[in-house]
């Protein structure tokens, strides 16, 4: 079965500085897609960036990119420049390429300190 | 663009008491419709899935039960609620399969 681990329960950044969040995960596929989601206070749960695992290139979005690692199973998400309203909750969700569920693991609290 | 409505927004049951959350999408048809539950301090446990009205697919034996009567309508259900039914509960869409979910803003479901 598939799995997917966040070791860090919390993480605290000061503004503008770069934070890196933690992520395994493990599985028998080849073929699969990972996900980070960030629930900031409000709850409402929000994609922030996606990489499929046949592509060796780092997905990136705007402040927010991936080292994704297929052979170690690890998709950290780096956090450039960051600001205070990327206070929230972040989660790393992992979908397997013949199934739709997303399995998520426990999530990082990431604090933003001004 | 697809959007997903999920309500109410928070609810405090009795234990003992019936229980229906409903969400709804627009924008989309023939969604894959998920429902998850949060407890405090853990991550999303997927609860029910769905891939057309009528079917369901249950991950986790509990107390609680899913129905799919219309295309764009999912409904989480349970007859008699629990203490351990209290949780924060997300309806999501699969926008295009293997592209990730869109999230209803969830119901905070506290049992009492």
């Known amino acids: 079965a598939q799995t997917v681990t966040q070791s860090q329960p919390e993480m605290s950044v000061q503004e503008a500085e770069t934070v890196t969040l933690s992520c395994t995960y493990d599985?028998?596929?080849?073929?699969?897609?990972l996900f980070w989601y960030k629930q900031p206070p409000s709850r409402q749960m929000i994609l922030v960036i996606r990489q499929e695992a046949y592509k060796q290139q780092n997905a990136t979005e705007n402040r927010f990119s991936v080292n994704f690692q297929k052979a170690a199973k690890s998709f950290s998400l780096k956090i450039s420049d960051s600001q205070l309203g990327d206070a929230a909750m972040y989660f790393c969700?992992?979908?397997?390429?013949?199934?739709?569920?997303?399995?998520f693991g426990k999530g990082t609290k990431l604090s933003v300190k001004p | 663009s697809q959007t997903i409505h999920q309500w109410p927004a928070t609810l405090v049951q009795p234990v003992g008491s019936p229980l229906s959350l409903e969400c709804t999408v627009e924008g989309t048809s023939n969604p894959n419709l998920y429902w998850y539950r949060q407890a405090a301090g853990r991550g999303l446990q997927l609860l029910f899935y769905?891939?057309?009205?009528?079917?369901i697919s249950s991950e986790v034996p509990q107390n609680l039960s899913a129905s799919r009567p219309q295309d764009r309508q999912f409904i989480l259900s349970s007859k008699k609620l629990l203490l351990s039914d209290s949780g924060f509960y997300l309806c999501a869409l699969e926008r295009t399969i293997n592209y990730g979910y869109t999230f209803g803003s969830g119901t905070r479901l506290t049992v009492v």
């Open positions: 599985t028998s596929e080849s073929d699969y897609y």
């Open positions: 769905s891939v057309g009205i009528g079917q």
């Open positions: 969700a992992f979908n397997g390429g013949s199934q739709g569920n997303l399995i």
